[in-house]
């Protein structure tokens, strides 16, 4: 995280893009003198100094800030503690769900950062919950009962774009049959969310970065600047520092957009918070859908629990709601989207007509009823753990069985007790 703030001592604005500007500045003098006299050396030489002392000092915080958010303290605090201190602190959530400890990371930074009206970039690959960042960062904000106008710059055609961002004057270009306001102006007072940042092209670059400094735009076909005070909260599922130094992305504008940096982990680096997104899911698609919240077979929830969700919480969501759609009370493998759908091989062992992959017989009855055996002991542990919180000496109590015994079964089938802690109970 990068925070730009006054320095009481010098007067000056510390951040990464005022020093660039200010070494741009030292480098056109240089570029256009066509003689150097002993005294503005000096003054050059004082001036690369000072930038010098700037760029130590920014370091010296950086590194503070890293060395902060490593403290023990802080890390070590749990995550109740954690999500209970947002909430006392009358933090507005949005539906965010979850607290893995990356989670609460960047939702402690958006609460700090809601209220200053810095610029937040929020990276993340699709569906990790970009927009809902930005609709928290909004709503704990003062901002919070003004407009917030989304913008996807990546859906919008290039020769639009100035005229969706901007308005344009009517007559301006073919098809501009009248005034019209551009996004800014509707997010004035507001915030404005920049969708898909790094699909902007370059020309429409160079354009933003020219309003976020001087707070003014201009519509299309006009000259006449209007004072806009938009909030800039933008997000991209690409590494924007990468298309920079590609020439992609301009250097300036990203420093600009990442005063406040936050980064939303992939679903498969928070595999915790699936069990609570599932509750969550089932809950709101079941109101959806006007019916009771599905269960899920033992078989199901394990694939579910171990599939890596390419699409994020996006498509944790959408694949709930299919299930929600598609499965009577209790919903099972074959529910699954086709292209996810594992082959299951226990179940195959079990159906397989007489004389197809196995040869009929006693050898195929036997491994049959293995393969059934295997399967019940499963759905009895799997069922079980999740009675009990996923405590394995509870279940051995509960049961009368050996605990070793348990822990042994449970590898054998490598069932991973702590999957169905944290509240995953199944629905009634
Ligand atoms: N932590 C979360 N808790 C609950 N719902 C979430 C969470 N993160 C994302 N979602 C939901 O997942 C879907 C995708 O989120 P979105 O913000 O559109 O992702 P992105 O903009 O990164 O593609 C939305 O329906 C959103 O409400
Ligand atoms: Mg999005």
């Excluded at 774009?161 to 901007?166: A, K």
């Excluded at 990203?254 to 982990?265: A, D, K, N, Q």
């Excluded at 542990?381 to 509960?398: D, F, Q």
Aim: glycine residues 8%.
């Amino acid at each position: 995280m990068k925070i730009v703030d006054h320095d009481p001592d010098t007067g000056t604005t510390q951040s990464y893009a005022g020093l660039i500007e200010r070494i741009e500045i030292l480098r056109s003098t240089l570029h256009w003198a066509t003689s150097l006299q002993r005294p503005d050396i000096e003054k050059l030489f004082r001036q690369a100094g000072a930038l010098r002392d700037e760029v130590m000092q920014l370091s010296h915080r950086e590194r503070f800030v890293k060395a902060a958010a490593a403290e023990p303290t802080r890390t070590e605090r749990s995550r109740r503690d954690r999500r209970q201190g947002l909430i006392e602190r009358s933090f507005i959530f949005e539906g965010t769900f979850g607290e893995n400890p990356r989670l609460l990371e960047s939702l402690e930074i958006a609460e700090k950062a809601a209220p200053t009206g810095l610029p937040v970039l929020i990276d993340g690959e699709s569906g990790t919950g970009k927009e809902l960042m930005a609709k928290v960062i909004h709503a704990n904000g003062d901002r919070a009962d003004r407009p917030f106008v989304s913008v996807n710059c990546g859906a919008i055609p290039e020769n639009l774009l100035e005229s969706e961002l901007f308005g344009h004057r009517k007559g301006s270009f073919t098809g501009a049959s009248g005034d019209r306001k551009g996004k800014f102006e509707a997010a004035h007072t507001g915030t404005i969310f920049l969708d898909e940042i790094g699909e902007l092209p370059l020309a429409g670059q160079v354009k933003l970065l020219r309003v976020l400094e001087a707070h003014e735009i201009q519509r299309v076909g006009s000259d006449e600047p209007i004072a806009v005070d938009a909030r800039v909260v933008a997000a991209t599922n690409r590494d924007l520092r990468k298309l920079s130094q590609e020439g992609r992305f301009r250097e300036d504008l990203f420093y600009r957009l990442s005063v406040i940096h936050v980064t939303l982990p992939p679903l498969r680096e928070r595999k915790d918070e699936i069990p609570l997104l599932f509750e969550f899911f089932c809950d709101e698609a079941a109101e959806a859908l006007k019916r009771r919240p599905i269960e899920m077979s033992p078989p199901l929830r394990r694939f579910l629990l171990g599939y890596s969700y390419p699409g994020n919480i996006r498509e944790l969501r959408n694949i709930i709601y299919r299930l929600s759609c598609l499965a009577g009370r209790m919903a099972d493998l074959e529910h699954l989207p086709a292209d996810i759908r594992p082959t299951p091989p226990v179940r195959d062992a079990i159906a397989a007509p007489a004389g197809e992959a196995h040869a009929a017989g006693p050898a195929a009855l036997g491994e049959a009823k293995r393969a059934a055996s295997d399967q019940a002991e499963r759905e009895f542990l799997e069922r079980a753990l999740l009675e009990v919180g996923g405590v394995v000496t509870e279940l051995a109590r509960r049961y009368d069985l050996n605990r070793s015994h348990v822990q042994t079964l449970l590898k054998k089938h490598g069932i991973r007790s702590k999957d169905c802690r944290n509240g995953n109970t199944p629905h009634h």
